[in-house]
Each structure stands twice: as C-alpha cells, then as structure tokens.
C-alpha cells in the first residue's frame, strides 16, 4: 500500500504528459525513488519548470482521497510492477504507469483478444454486423476489448455479453463517471461480469481529447483490431494507427462504397487490412498460433450475408454526403491523409505546433515551451497531427512537421 501512494502521487503530477509518469519511474528505479528523489536531480532532467515545481510537491493527500474513493467504488489500482499488469500492455511505447480497474481480472496475456470498434453513429447494419461478429467471436473464446461508446462500441459489447463472453472497456474518464449516460446498464454489468479500465481517478470527467490518448491502450491490450464502420474522420482510425504501430493486426469490415459511414473501412482494406465477412476471418488468423485458446463453432455464416438489410436502401443525393458526414464521429477524430486532400481545419493548437518546430524534431516538453500550451494539450494535437500525417515521430521521442505531400 506505502508504494501505491508513490504511483499515485507520481500520476497525479500537474504537467505530467502520458507515457512520462513510466518513464520517470523506470529512470529512477521506481515511484518511490521519484519521491524521495532531490530537486537538483530534476533540474537535470529537460522538462518544464512546471513540472519541475508539481515533482518538488511531496504532499501526498491527494493520494489519501483517491485510494478512499477507490475503496468506496471497488476500484482495483494496478502498477506497471505488478502480476495482473498485461504484460503485452507494458510493452507499448507509452504504457500506462497506473491502472484503475472494476470488475473481473483482466489476464489478456493468456487469451486471444481483440477489438471491435467503429462509429457511434453507425447504422443498423452496422451494429447488426458488430453484434454478430462479437457474438461469435465471443463463442470462440475471444475476449473483446472496446469502448463503451453508443454504435459500434454498445452493440459489440452486447453481442458479447449476450454470448457469454469475455469484455474489457477501456474508458475515457474516471470509472464513476458513465458516459454516455445512455450506456448507464451496460456499464453497470461490465462492472460486475466483465472489466471496466480507466487510467484516470474516479471522478475525473470524460473530455473529448482523452479518447486518442485512451485509445493506445485499447489497441495496447489486443492482438488484433477489426473496424466494422468508419466515416474518414473517425475516432476507429485512430486506435487502428496506434494499432498498427504496436505491429497488431487490422482487419476491416466492408461496407457499401456510397455509405459515409464506411468510408473510412473501405480504405483501410484498400490499405491492406484484412476484409473481414464472417468471424472465420479472424479467428482464422490466430488459429494455428493459438489452438488452445480458441474452440469452433459448428456452422459459421456470413456476416454480410446475415446482418444485410433485407431490401436495397436509396443511395444518398451528392449534395447530401458532405453534410451527412458532418454528424458522424464527433471529435476527436482524424483520417489516413495527408495536408494535401484533408480539408479538416487545423486548429489554433496544431497551428502553434507546427510553428514552433520550424524544420526542427522537438520532443513534447519542448513544444510544451515554446508555445506555452498545456501538455494535453500538445498530446493531443500531437495525436491528431501524426494521424493526418501532417506529423512525423522520430527517435527518442520527438516529432517533427511532414513535408507537404511527403507524409
């Protein structure tokens, strides 16, 4: 319990930017050691007198409110040091150093899990598809992991539940705070009978730039992610990039080539993800690696076959894509593009982002100077900006502007 409080003092910090709070600890040998450690020992390190002051704040009750928050709610609190950790989680770029957790033990490491994700405001269809999709899967024995999001997300994790089996959400605010208050059951019995995940304090409400940074530890936890339906700017396309840095795999469910909503899909088949018509599709693909995990189903029929509406709807007028586009996947949310064919405006902060780097590769405590932002802020932008393509990682941490057209 004493290190705890050395975690948790160490992810409260003000300034504290994700993966640092990690870094920091494997720098000094532990939480406790940033503690205890010796301001002039801060000063070496290059991070913004913000932070510095927030390290040199050894008052630890705000420590003592959160663990009696978490005692009240049964909120589990997980360390990168210890068991039930996922080690597949740990060895992400930027791996959360702290966890809270409701509900059932997550053990992915010994399962094949996977992410079902897409649009909240997706169609008929495509909920049909998820629901189906994670039913099966479910039936195999895969464990879901998802959001917990209206559209896809919901109907994954129902089809999930339905069948029996396995779910992880991965939240983007404290585990106490239900959002979308519509999801206020199915959060309920994820608590109980699955595994709800949050890297934030009970309380803690869900912002809209949470998502891109909670997503690296969606696609952290999976061995593979399937995006049922995507418009071009959806917030699915970014746990797929993340995805597919952590060199997990992508699969795609295929949708009309009129639908807005399925958009963003089609061209991650286009891409090379893997088309994905039936479950057989994944679990095809972790079969041989994994025979002991997974079981078989006695007939398997195709998704699109099954979940199809049964009678052709009209094609949307042209006039109308570009604003049926405008109300699917709210913000945060980003396509495979490039500056050249994105039309999404950039913002104040993408703007001062790309000022200040000026044909240099910064790291984001620099950026965090030099344009006098927050450092969720920067993160967020940051996140954005690589998935347009308007910004590239380099070694050590750094990032720097794309050459137009180049990205």
Known sequence: MATLKYWLWLTTRAGLRTGEAAALAQRFGGAERVYFADRAEFDLLRVPRGLKESLADKDLGIT?????????????LLTMQDAEYPERLRQIREPPALLYVKGKPMRVDEAVTVAVVGARRASDYGCRVAADLTGRLSRAGVVLV??????????????????????????????DVVWPPSSAGLFADIGVIGTLVSEYPPGTPTEGWHFPIRNRILAGLVQGVVVVEAGKRSGALITARLALEENRDIFAVPGRVDAIRSAGANALIQSGAKMVCDAEDVLEDYRQVYPDRLRRERESAALVRRSGPRR??????????????KRIDKEPESAYSTLQNDTTPVTQEETA???????????????????????????????????????????????????????
Do not use: H, W, Y
């Not at 109907?155 to 959400?169: D, H, K, M, N, T």
């Not at 052709?312 to 586009?325: A, I, Q, R």
């Not at 000022?355 to 954005?384: F, H, I, K, W, Y």
């Open 353 to 407: 982002l790309l000022a200040a780097m000026n044909g240099e590769s910064l790291c984001p405590d620099e950026l965090v100077e030099r344009t006098g932002l927050s450092a969720s802020q920067v993160l967020s932008a940051l996140t954005l900006l690589q998935v347009r393509g308007a910004v590239l990682a380099v070694r050590g941490n750094r990032f720097r502007a794309a050459e137009q057209g180049k990205a």
């Open 312 to 325: 052709p709807k009209p094609v949307s007028p042209p006039e109308k894509l570009e604003e049926t586009d």
């Open 146 to 175: 998802s959001g917990i999001a209206q559209g896809i997300d919901s109907a994954g994790l129902r089809g999930a539940l339905r069948a029996g089996g396995r779910v992880i959400s991965v939240l983007g605010g404290g585990i």
């Open 64 to 76: 003592d409110k959160i663990l009696e928050q978490c005692d009240r709610l049964n909120i589990r």
